[in-house]
């Protein structure tokens, strides 16, 4: 018991570190600026004028195209690596203000933020050494890989529900406000706590709704065997495009994942870290 009292305590004072703070803001900054450039490529695919993936894997690659981009995209890659820390850190230790299964749901949403961040900090790593990687095509030849065994086309089904899952747990997320709960509101000016209520709302709700058309194509693609479908968020905001009124509702999806770029930056200064 003592060594995991000495284990906790290390790694809580490790989990305090101002250095590890100040990072995760910034990551903070970089994670908005990605979804500003997501949602600026949905909307270009929208109406049509988009060979990039829309995803933040084609979120990186335009910031990577851009001047002093292979410094940006360390930047990035640099505070996303931090975010993983903390969100580490909050699954191991954090969330005490929480009880019982609320708080096991939170330790549990840490471990995959941590792993959401730790994957993109690696993709912005990737592309600063191939600005040609295309993470949708490298998701279809791993998908056409497992589909060759009956048994992996069950994985790919089972990976698309996860995926499907967590879009809608992120939408009710957004629409039920729960992410107030990590600002510091009394911080917050009532202008600000204004803008934060709606920017949360409506880029978690389009993020979520995004994330979840993605799971039932790559379901889609496990059932009729059809890796062409399993493209993630790519294929998602194409097929959307593709139906009726499909480019008017794009164009919201995109200006939702945008709001939720411009929210990352009041989490930069709000969040409790």
Aim: aromatic share 10%; proline share 1%; net charge positive.
């Amino acid at each position: 018991m003592s060594l995991t009292r000495n284990a906790e305590a290390v790694a809580a004072r490790a989990a305090h570190s101002r250095w590890l703070e100040l990072l995760t803001r910034a990551g903070f900054v970089g994670y908005g600026i990605v979804h500003l450039l997501f949602g600026w490529l949905a909307l270009q695919i929208a109406f049509g004028r988009s060979g990039e993936e829309g995803n933040q894997n084609g979120a990186l690659r335009t910031l990577g195209a851009q001047p002093l981009g292979t410094f940006l995209l360390v930047t990035i890659a640099v505070g996303l690596f931090a975010m993983a820390v903390w969100q580490a850190f909050e699954a191991a230790i954090g969330h005490r203000g929480r009880r019982g299964r609320e708080r096991l749901f939170e330790r549990v949403a840490s471990v995959v933020r941590t792993v959401v961040f730790a994957w993109l900090g690696w993709t912005a790593i990737k592309v600063c050494q191939d600005a040609s990687a295309n993470a949708s095509d490298r998701q279809q030849a791993l998908s056409a890989q497992l589909m060759a065994s009956a048994g992996g086309r069950w994985l790919v089904a089972l990976a698309g529900l996860v995926l499907a899952a967590v879009g809608v747990g992120m939408v009710g997320y957004g629409l039920r406000k729960k992410f107030e709960r990590n600002l510091k509101t009394g911080q917050m000016t009532a202008r600000a706590r204004t803008l934060a209520r709606r920017l949360g709302m409506s880029g978690y709700a389009a993020r979520g709704a995004v994330f979840a058309v993605a799971g039932l194509l790559i379901v889609l693609a496990a059932v009729r065997y059809d890796p062409e479908r399993a493209r993630g968020l790519d294929a998602a905001l194409r097929t959307l495009r593709d139906q009726s009124y499909g480019p008017v509702l794009l164009t919201v999806m995109a200006l939702g994942i945008a709001a939720f770029g411009v929210y990352c930056f009041l989490q930069s200064r709000y969040r409790r870290v």
